[in-house]
């Protein structure tokens, strides 16, 4: 009797948790590289994106989640859920020789991949790494069951030359060309991204596991290009110039309840030329560079209605939570020029940039662009689907406006995935997980609590305390304060009216920066590699120049 009653409580115990382990969802998260936050239908954007407007009426939308502004920093941040420096990448991938900026994900952190692992589910990434391969850092050894990568980024298509072309792949840890057979070529990098993706899933479901996929697009990142029959779609269609289109993303964004309708739109810096002030054939130049870009997120948002396509016809789609992301703000880099190089622009031979005029619009209605601690730079769209766990929300009041950060993506996946998060992990001490789990904010039950969140890159900082941020431009900038419930476009300078909140939102950033691997700062800044010449017509006053 005992025994029956020993063998029918195990087999209810294992009934349990296979039951459990069902209704945990499947993660994916999206990430793409250099995209600007209202370049989307649903934050604002004439480029249209109807799969990704179908995520978010089907789901929710996020109005202030935050990145680090620039890409490895991001990533690292995101897959660990530190702040980047706690990480080792408080700026690139060189190894500056402090803890901060070791340039490589360090031994201190866990990936997602390697806590959700333990927890039982079947990982996989597929697109750009960047966390410090060139140290020997790698997927594979970094929680992945199954990876298809580049080391960086900037690669778009097989067949690629100029300073990107000729770039190995990593299938699963092995070292492979652009051209091997097994990836079909030729290919563009948004399908086959996703395609490898879709390959994954399939063996993550014969497992009968659950599974976590981390889908990093290297579009729209330079050099810009894309298949000539999508580039077509959208030639002419930005002849309007950035001066219309940027007061029509901020009329829609009012529209859409994205933004409130008093803060005021940031006007055109002096150095960007007014779109009527060119000549015929230069706003010829500038509709092209954008066209190919506008190009690059039809390619992303038509690889996304097939992730989902996929997800639906394997029965995934309704336990599946999908994040969808950028890493920074648009890419301000080439200044005002641009570039736009090649017999045929925007080919797998060209090298377009398309410079500080359109991350003017990509940023809308936002300061400043990647590198920067101001809106520009750190705010990402956020958009969260998923069927069997959010009720979707729509309308101008539907936003969860609350300020989240990509410390909160590991939180949320260790809460929903039922892990663990080590204080340990292969027997060396963790730095503590920075984030909190999204589920409240998710399922509109529970507390989300208020937190201060941070920011450094190159010297540039923030920190935002509830409505307060406090930001600097660069490491001997002033520190700018402003109210960001009034004023999130940062136009009106608080500073010199709240002096002392000033000095002590500044002194707990220097204590936080202190503590958090920023200080001690790297004796001298590594220099990376710039192909070439000084970018031509780069303005004094505009964007930092160096290139990821």
């Not at 039982?120 to 140290?135: C, D, E, I, R, S």
């Not at 395609?195 to 330079?222: M, N, S």
Request: hydrophobic share 35%.
């Amino acid at each position: 009797m005992k025994l029956t009653l020993i063998v029918a409580f195990s087999v209810a115990t294992l009934a349990s948790a296979f039951a459990s382990a069902a209704e945990r969802p499947n993660i994916i998260v999206i990430m793409v590289d250099d995209m600007g936050v209202s370049d989307i239908g649903p934050y604002g954007s004439e480029i249209p994106t109807p799969h990704l407007d179908a995520l978010a009426d089907n789901g929710v939308r996020f109005s202030q989640f935050y990145n680090t502004g620039r890409c490895c920093p991001t990533r690292a941040s995101l897959l660990t859920g530190l702040y980047s420096h706690q990480a080792g990448i408080g700026w690139m991938t060189a190894d500056q020789g402090v803890p901060g900026y070791q340039g490589r994900l360090n031994d201190q952190c866990v990936t997602i991949a390697e806590v959700l692992r333990e927890a039982g589910y079947f990982t996989a990434m597929t697109g750009k790494w960047h966390v410090g391969a060139n140290h020997g850092v790698h997927p594979w050894g970094r929680g992945f069951d199954r990876s298809l990568n580049l080391a960086a980024g900037g690669v778009h298509f097989s067949n690629q030359t100029g300073s990107k072309g000729g770039a190995n792949l990593f299938l699963n840890g092995e070292t492979i060309s652009a051209e091997d057979p097994r990836l079909n070529p030729p290919w563009y990098g948004s399908d086959l991204w996703t395609e490898q993706g879709i390959k994954f899933i399939d063996e993550a479901i014969e497992a009968e596991k659950p599974f976590f996929w981390y889908l990093a697009y290297v579009a729209p990142h330079f050099p810009c290009m894309a298949p000539e029959e999508t580039i077509a779609k959208y030639r002419g269609k930005f002849m309007a110039g950035w001066d219309k289109l940027r007061e029509q993303r901020y009329a829609k964004q009012i529209e859409l309840g994205f933004i409130d309708k008093n803060w005021k739109l940031e006007p055109r810096p002096e150095q960007i030329p007014a779109w009527d002030s060119l000549s015929a054939d230069e706003q010829k130049r500038y509709d092209d560079m954008m066209a190919i870009y506008a190009a690059m997120i039809d390619e992303v948002d038509k690889n996304i209605g097939k992730l989902v396509d996929s997800l639906r016809q394997r029965q995934q789609l309704d336990n599946t939570l999908i994040l969808f992301l950028s890493d920074n703000g648009g890419n301000a880099e080439a200044g005002i020029s641009g570039k736009y190089n090649g017999e045929n622009p925007g080919d797998p031979h060209s090298d377009v940039f398309i410079g500080r005029c359109w991350a003017h619009l990509n940023n809308t209605p936002f300061r400043k662009y990647k590198h920067y601690n101001h809106e520009g730079g750190t705010s990402s769209p956020l958009i969260a689907h998923w069927p069997a766990g959010i009720e979707p929300r729509n309308g101008p009041d539907a936003w969860i406006s609350t300020p989240t950060h990509l410390i909160d993506i590991m939180a949320t996946c260790v809460d929903l995935g039922d892990a663990t998060y080590p204080a340990k992990f292969n027997g060396k001490p963790i730095t503590p997980m920075q984030g909190q789990s999204l589920k409240p904010l998710l399922s509109e039950s529970g507390e989300f609590a208020d937190r201060p969140l941070y920011w450094e890159h190159e010297g540039n900082a923030a920190i935002r305390v509830g409505n307060r941020k406090l930001v600097r431009q660069g490491l001997r900038g002033d520190w700018e304060l402003f109210d960001m419930a009034a004023d999130r476009t940062e136009q009106n300078n608080l500073k010199s009216q709240n002096p002392e909140l000033a000095d002590a939102l500044a002194k707990q950033w220097r204590d936080w920066a202190a503590t958090h691997d920023v200080l001690p700062r790297p004796a001298g800044k590594a220099k990376p590699k710039i192909q070439g010449k000084k970018r031509p017509n780069q303005s004094k006053n505009s964007q930092n120049t160096l290139a990821k």
